[in-house]
């Protein structure tokens, strides 16, 4: 929530004026006497106006409509800005810019960087470590002038204060002022330029600007219709209220004709209209435009005609009192909502936090601090020939009282730049600390039964809590920053991008499952995706749910335009997709959070029911069983009640009665198409208590959507519960864990690397950790991976006699699992023999990528080639493949899609099936952190750990699907790297990777014994 004021100063007093201007006390004539009889003070308490209705606004959200303040500011800098620049026009000729832009700096620049420094600092010293990353690109982003489109590109609402709101939000305006600053000057004086041969150049140059103001409004009026969240923050949509500044300014002369009698009643009622606008204007709806004209038009009407040039007790915005409040407005301004938002959250968890005494606080504390800032870093510098140039600043020497001011200042300027900095350095171990934290033993690897058991005993356990826990990933990255898995995000958007590309599990599953709703059933799909992951082949689950589309047949309002007119046809294409599909179980999912009609108030249970009805009649018919899931209970906002000083149960929301309610309603539908609805609240609750957290993670990021984390975690309870019902077969695979082999090996692994996920600081490492140059390949194996292939004798290990064969093929990672195979080898006893055809930057499909190394591109194809006709001739017992799963380019430029390395894998592997006993496709290392990035001595090792993304896992269901296709297999290898989908950067003393994608081979050797067991789970006989 926001509003600057970065107007032009007031006209400067002369120095022997008081505070107050006061005249020279000897009471004769004087220019500077003159001077300041010719100043608006009216402007200045017009300032005063507008930065209290915005701190009152801030501080107490009254008046309701306090934040046309903004709006009231940016008239006055249009017009101030307007005036000087035309007068000088008039007067010279010409503009001098670089005048002009030196002025705007000694007036902005120093007290804003130095509350951005103060602020960044406090948030550091005050905030977690999430809150405070988002705070130090806040201030950035506000430095550079760039904030209101950072605000604007990361959807965030005005008006939605709360426990994570930045305390640099006000800054957008600041940015948006600067911007125009940019832009008019010229624009001033191309329109002088244009109508200065004419006979009256300033009847045309208001006409001008007049239309550009009306053309603007239009812009505005557009914009907020289109999308109301964006069109507050961005430029062209507030340009129309400064343009009504500049007109105004260049139709004084004829405004000055006005009779002086009628000008207090025009100020007057122009004073109230301000008042009114700051009570009525809606948040909701039509504002910028065109809601806030009545505030605009009447600061335009009350600038228009001065109550001049005497002063009156009937004038109530020209007295000392408001002056000096608009003398200090700037400062006032920029410390109001720092000051608020820090003081309130020191508040949290002490009695008064709920009560306007740290609001009372912040407002005090700011008009000192905004005293302070004016006396010592604005005046000064504004008075000082700072920037000026040479010749200029000799005309005017400065006293010893200057220099040390003018030195404090840059000193204050240097400051925040160090803070900024120190804080940067910061964002990379903090963001990292965030979201990879160790995970516990429970994670989602529940066997089937059971899994709602354990499920209760966590969040009871949670229910209890007397304060927050580690958590994976930390509520303070949630709370911060969070988002769904960018493939949920993209099958959940106004374009479908289709069946295929939202569908998960094999495709030859004999089950299959659909999930249709709003953003809740979006926050669902981590969970249904690793049911059908995890089903050994048997089942799969298709996403048609879009964000902001309740799956009724009512036009619902979003307040985002592109949605609602996008949702209507949406669920009809998902209604064709489900008949089309017939899966099995379809999943409804809406939200149960108060929702309205386009046009319409707050749907009622009653009418959401008659809504539902035609839907349920279109759908039941095509599918097994339709199931209601409901999403969790709504009522606590993690954003606004989550603190690291309060305890948990501050969070702990309870079932509302709208819940439980709608729950009936859904009941009730479920039993009229022979349906389910199952009560969610045993994954949620303990009773009516719902917990933040269990299980070791968040279960909500915000109000009302679930983390992918808690998504998956429930999986296996929700499975639970459809087997139950018979819905689903018993006895298929429930865990969300890569599986692991019933083998002492990987026992040992895993415990080593569920140790190294726990571990807070780094330990010795064989070798080092900081020095990965040492963990490059052996030269026989590098030598083998090289564009020049130096023969099979040399490139096999074991021996020649051996019954076991394997011919390994691949990329790099191939090459990364050599000294794995070679110990296998050492340790067979004579019985295997593998022989290696990989090569660096070259992954075993037939198509040409952009590996960046000119050498390796050309003799890609030659090897692959050279590949496949020696394994024709050897009929090895095995043919071991292994591709990077990283993003990687063709030649044309576009990225490799799991489509297009699917379809060249599948032609590859075809070829090799008839020359071997089963082809063995064995996924690569999960890559993510580059530990040569992620790893300082100072940072914890949860900076470094990886999880398992996204691609990674489309790529493995593309392998195992082809693997599958001809009779070979897929091995999963998260169990040699990590714990669940938390991939430590060591374990047992070793690095696992010396870069982003490459393991050690000291790594590759120690996990041997593991992959050995891991592929006699998988039917790869290495004995012959």
Not at 64 to 82: E, K, N, P, W
Not at 436 to 448: D, F, V
Not at 564 to 585: M, N
Request: glycine share 6%; net charge neutral.
């Amino acid at each position: 929530m926001a509003v600057v004021d970065t107007s032009t100063p007031p006209p400067e007093r002369p120095r022997g004026e008081g505070r107050r201007g006061r005249g020279a006390s000897n009471g004769a004539p004087t220019a500077a006497r003159g001077q300041r009889s010719s100043m608006r003070l009216d402007l200045q308490g017009l300032r005063a106006l507008a930065v209290g209705l915005v701190v009152l606004n801030h501080a107490f959200e009254w008046p309701a409509g306090g934040f046309v303040g903004v709006d009231i500011f940016f008239v006055i800098s249009g017009f101030l800005m307007t005036s000087v620049l035309h007068r000088e026009f008039e007067r010279n000729g010409r503009i001098r810019f670089l005048a002009f832009y030196r002025r705007r700096i000694r007036r902005l620049i120093p007290a804003s960087v130095a509350v951005l420094a103060a602020t960044v600092i406090g948030a550091w010293a005050v905030f977690s470590s999430g809150r405070f990353v988002s705070t130090v690109w806040d201030a950035i982003a506000s430095l550079f002038f760039v904030s209101n489109w950072r605000y604007a590109a990361e959807a965030t609402d005005y008006f939605a204060q709360g426990a994570q709101t930045s305390p640099l939000q006000h800054y957008w305006s600041l940015s948006l002022e600067e911007q125009y600053y940019l832009v008019w000057p010229l624009a001033i004086l191309l329109i002088a330029l244009l109508v200065g041969r004419t006979q009256r150049p300033r009847v045309f140059a208001a006409l001008i600007t007049l239309a550009i103001t009306v053309a603007l409004f239009f812009v505005s009026l557009h914009l907020t219709q289109s999308d109301i969240g964006t069109a507050y923050f961005i430029t062209p949509a507030r340009l129309w209220e400064l343009s009504v500044g500049a007109t105004v300014a260049l139709c004084m002369p004829w405004f000055s004709k006005l009779p002086m009698a009628l000008r207090p009643f025009i100020a007057l009622v122009a004073l109230a209209g301000m008042i009114t606008a700051s009570v009525i204007t809606p948040a909701d709806q039509g504002f910028p435009a065109p809601w806030a004209a009545l505030a605009v038009l009447s600061t335009a009407a009350f600038i228009a005609f001065p109550w001049q040039p005497k002063r009156t007790w009937l004038n109530p915005l020209d007295n000392p009192f408001l002056s000096y409040v608009g003398d200090i407005s700037y400062s006032l301004y920029l410390w109001h909502f720092p000051a608020l938002i820090l003081v309130t959250e020191l508040a949290r968890g002490t009695p008064s936090h709920d009560t306007p005494i740290p609001a009372l606080e912040s407002i005090a504390l700011s008009l000192v601090l905004a005293a302070l800032s004016y006396r010592f870093i604005e005046e000064p510098v504004r008075h000082s020939s700072w920037l000026e140039p040479s010749k200029k600043a000799r005309r005017k020497p400065r006293s010893s009282v200057s220099r040390s001011r003018s030195i404090a200042v840059m000193a204050v300027s240097a400051t925040a730049i160090v803070a900024v900095v120190a804080a940067v350095i910061v964002d990379s171990g903090a963001r990292n600390t965030g979201t990879e934290a160790a995970p516990t033993a429970t994670g989602g690897a529940q066997a089937q039964d059971g899994a709602l058991t354990a499920i209760k005993a966590e969040l009871t356990k949670a229910v209890g809590a007397k304060e927050w826990p580690e958590l994976s990933p930390t509520m303070d990255s949630v709370v911060s920053h969070y988002s769904h898995d960018q493939s949920a995000i993209d099958c959940s958007g106004p374009e479908y991008p289709g069946v295929d590309k939202c569908t998960w599990g094999s495709p030859d599953a004999k089950l299959s499952m659909a999930i249709v709703g709003d953003s809740t059933s979006v926050a669902y799909i981590a969970m249904v995706r690793a049911m059908a992951e995890n089903s050994n082949g048997q089942l799969k689950v298709t996403s048609l749910g879009m964000f902001g589309c309740p799956f009724v047949d009512i036009a619902t309002a979003t307040g985002a335009k592109n949605l609602e007119r996008a949702c209507p046809g949406h669920k009809i294409q998902a209604i064709e997709t489900i008949a089309a599909l017939k899966p099995d179980i379809l999943f409804i999912t809406n939200t149960y959070f108060p929702f309205s009609a386009v046009g319409g108030g707050v749907i009622t249970p009653e009418e959401y029911e008659t809504g539902m009805k035609p839907y349920l009649d279109q759908v039941a018919p095509n599918v097994g069983k339709v199931v209601f899931l409901p999403p969790p209970p709504v009522e606590k906002e993690i954003k606004e009640c989550y603190s690291p000083r309060v305890a948990p149960a501050d969070c702990m929301t309870t079932v509302p009665a709208l819940w439980v309610e709608r729950g009936k309603v859904e009941e009730r539908l479920a039993r009229s198409v022979d349906g389910s609805w199952i009560d969610t609240r045993v994954l949620f609750c303990v009773k009516s208590s719902c917990p933040a957290f269990s299980g070791g993670m968040p279960i909500k990021f915000d109000l009302v959507h679930m983390t992918d984390e808690y998504s998956r975690h429930i999986a296996p309870a929700v499975r639970e519960i459809l087997v139950t019902r018979g819905m689903l077969p018993a006895g298929e695979s429930t865990s969300t864990d890569a599986p692991t082999a019933d083998d002492a090996a990987p026992a040992a692994l895993k415990a080593e690397l569920t140790e190294a996920l726990g571990a807070k600081s780094w330990p010795e490492t064989t070798p080092a950790i900081d020095s990965p140059e040492n963990s490059v390949r052996s030269a026989e194996f590098d030598a083998c991976a090289s564009p020049i292939y130096p023969g099979i004798d040399k490139c096999s290990w074991g021996s020649a006699d051996a019954p076991v064969t394997i011919a390994v093929v691949g990329d790099s990672t191939s090459v990364g699992y050599l000294p794995l195979l070679r110990s296998l080898v050492d340790a067979s006893n004579g019985r295997l023999r593998i022989t290696a055809f990989g090569m660096y930057g070259c992954p075993f499909i037939p198509i040409s990528l952009d590996v960046g190394n000119a050498a390796y591109k050309a003799a890609c194809p030659t090897r692959k080639d050279m590949a496949i006709e020696e394994i024709g001739r050897m009929k090895p017992s095995f043919v071991f493949v292994s591709n990077l799963t990283g993003p990687i380019n063709t030649l044309d430029g576009g990225l490799l899609t799991v489509a297009q390395y699917r379809a060249g894998l599948d032609e590859y592997l075809k070829k090799l099936a008839p020359n071997t006993g089963k082809v063995v496709v064995f996924a690569a290392p999960p890559e993510d952190k580059d530990i040569r990035e992620c790893y300082t001595p100072r940072s914890e090792p949860s900076a470094c750990v990886t999880r398992v993304p996204s691609r990674w896992k489309e790529l493995s269901a593309a392998d195992k699907a082809v693997a599958t296709s001809v009779g070979g297999v897929w091995v999963d290898t998260r169990p040699l790297f990590c714990v669940g989908d938390n991939c430590p950067a060591f374990a047992a003393g070793i690095p696992m990777k010396f870069d982003q994608t490459h393991i050690t081979e000291n790594w590759s050797r120690h996990i041997a014994p593991a992959a050995a067991a891991l592929l006699a789970a998988a039917g790869v006989d290495l004995n012959g």
